[in-house]
């Protein structure tokens, strides 16, 4: 998506140990504009009629979420990382190990969200070594729903995670894939697509 | 707002420890099409043209902030309730004893996107002792921006948050305020507004 190719171009910043910081637009201040055309766009690339409900995780897949989900008009319920006291019966958890964090969360879904009739749509911002979203494959699976794809913003295509869903089979579709960075020159490639 | 009251009384539940239950629709599954109406309400309360920001604060905050921005035309920026190691740079940092989890967080923004020109409306989902909201309005201060109001979807009118903040010459709109509830007959009382 080239509009967000320029944007990732425009203000982000390649940091030691492979970051990408785009916070000035993704996931810390929020572009509120931007998001909708990438709303679209994952309508554009998931059209199945059969998406009722979207997933995501807290906290920077939430924003993402919510407004792509005006376009599929469905629920989003976004997994929690820690146990809350407000959670309470019957839990899906799964254990996601953070690439930013350094730490493992477990990551949890109230059973009354998730359940055999769902056809989901997984959407976050960044897909790295894959944790995260493999995460929510498995929330979805001990539900018995069904993945009806990953919709993601930013892949770091030089990190597994893409290639190890997309090998399992199941439908990534990434906004803007960093073949390449190198923060000394803060050269950013993308992937074309 | 009588659709949120509604919403409240048919699926919220009220559990022992002032726990009012309201994930099937706001802060675990979200309603996406109320909170647009949500959004609308918030712009009707908050007309000012200066607002060109929205704070809100990691988790729940984020999907009522990023669709109720899109009434405002501006950017949300969330505050992060643990230190990523995505932020670097200079930042404002307060603490807030979280009601639900028990615990206390040190919540920060960066100083990259909470400066002078800003006027912030602070969003978030719950209004309970105010620790939340206080300490938005401290990072928002911090920066030398303007608290031109806060928006809360649901207040507990039962303890001390709004009348604290309103105290201060806070204006604070929470589309739907708890006087009252009971945990035995799951009754809830709404404030005439």
Redesign the interface.
């Known amino acids: 998506m080239k509009l967000l190719e320029d944007r990732i171009r425009r203000e982000g910043l390649v940091?030691p140990?492979n970051?990408l910081?785009v916070?000035?637009?993704l996931?810390?201040?929020?572009?509120?504009?931007l998001?909708?055309e990438m709303g679209k766009e994952f309508k554009r690339l998931f059209p199945s009629e059969k998406i009722n409900k979207i997933l995501t995780i807290?906290?920077s897949g939430?924003?993402i979420?919510?407004?792509a989900?005006?376009y599929f008009?469905?629920?989003?319920?976004?997994a929690?990382k820690?146990q809350?006291?407000?959670?309470?019966g019957e839990m899906y958890v799964t254990k996601i190990e953070s690439f930013?964090?350094?730490r493992v969360y477990d990551v949890i879904?109230?059973a009354?969200?998730l359940g055999q009739e769902d056809h989901v749509l997984i959407i976050d911002d960044f897909l790295a070594n894959g944790c995260a979203v493999a995460g929510l494959i498995d929330l979805v699976q001990s539900a018995g729903a069904v993945v009806e794809g990953v919709g993601i913003a930013v892949e770091k295509g030089f990190q597994e995670g893409g290639k190890l869903l997309r090998s399992k089979g199941v439908r990534v579709e990434s906004l803007a894939i960093v073949d390449a960075m190198d923060e000394r020159t803060g050269e950013i490639v993308f992937r074309k697509q």
């Open positions: 940091k140990g970051v910081k916070d000035s637009f996931n810390h201040q929020m572009d509120i504009a998001f909708n807290e906290a939430i924003g979420a919510c407004i989900a005006q008009n469905v629920p989003v319920v976004f929690k820690s809350s006291l407000n959670l309470d930013t964090h350094k879904v109230s009354k969200y």
